[in-house]
């Protein structure tokens, strides 16, 4: 079964706006992933947040977690056309597997 | 590093042929994931291995589903008899002793 659940399912933004994806998750974690997939290819990984942190930036993407809500938000700021791909949120339950649970992923379309 | 592999990259096969799926992973990465991805049921772990051995297969759908990995550099996922329900992409993906997973580009199947 699916860990976690994204909303929106589909997002269109103008290039230049930001984008807001969330994600919310039902067990507790050890750590929260965000991937991307542009159509045709494989997952690639954006960034980890683990379980003691709120917070966290890396260049153009903030990612937020709130366990106590069990759920967690990608914002992607100032977006381009290349940002266009779907992203899912991954929870990993237990520390050292690995094993991570996907949710069903937002797809966002950037206009240029 | 040339990331990790998988071939076929498209497979058209009708029902009830065997099918194998290959995937090579990052050479040091210590654990390998099988995931099915279909618009249906979003990604799906199938089997994942650890240093070679399988630590959990609960996601296998039946037993016309096997997995193997005889060594570090390879694995494979075999269906017999193949089903048109089958059809999905399928990725391979392998992880360090970190928590971030490197997927290859998938495998597309089609039962016909």
């Known amino acids: 079964s699916q860990q976690g659940e994204e909303d929106p399912q589909a997002l269109s933004i103008q290039e230049g706006e930001n984008a807001t994806m969330n994600c919310s998750y039902k067990?507790?974690?050890?750590?929260l992933q965000w991937y991307r997939q542009n159509s045709g290819r494989g997952l690639v990984h954006l960034i980890l947040?683990?379980?003691?942190?709120r917070e966290k930036h890396s260049g153009r993407l903030r990612v937020t977690l709130d366990t106590s809500k069990k759920s967690s938000s990608l914002l992607i700021t100032a977006s381009r056309a290349a940002d266009t791909a779907s992203y899912f949120c991954?929870?990993?339950?237990?520390?050292?597997?690995?094993?991570?649970?996907f949710g069903q992923g937002t797809t966002l379309q950037v206009k240029p | 590093d040339a990331g990790v592999i998988q071939s076929p990259r498209h497979e058209v096969t009708e029902m009830g042929q065997e099918v194998t799926l290959r995937c090579k992973p990052i050479?040091?990465?210590?654990?390998l994931f099988w995931y099915r991805q279909t618009m249906m049921r979003g990604l799906e772990l199938l089997i994942y291995?650890?240093?070679?051995?399988?630590?959990?297969d609960s996601g296998m759908p039946e037993d016309r589903f096997s997995a193997k990995m005889p060594n570090a550099s390879f694995s494979t996922l075999k269906i017999q008899p193949s089903e048109p329900r089958d059809s999905a992409v399928y990725f391979c993906?392998?992880?360090?002793?970190?928590?971030?997973?490197?997927f290859g580009p998938g495998t597309r199947l089609t039962v016909l």
């Open positions: 947040i683990r379980s003691n942190e």
């Open positions: 067990t507790s974690i050890n750590n």
């Open positions: 993906a392998s992880l360090p002793s970190v928590h971030e997973q490197f």
């Open positions: 050479s040091g990465h210590n654990s």
């Open positions: 291995f650890n240093n070679n051995v399988p630590i959990d």
């Open positions: 991954a929870t990993e339950r237990s520390s050292n597997t690995g094993k991570l649970i």
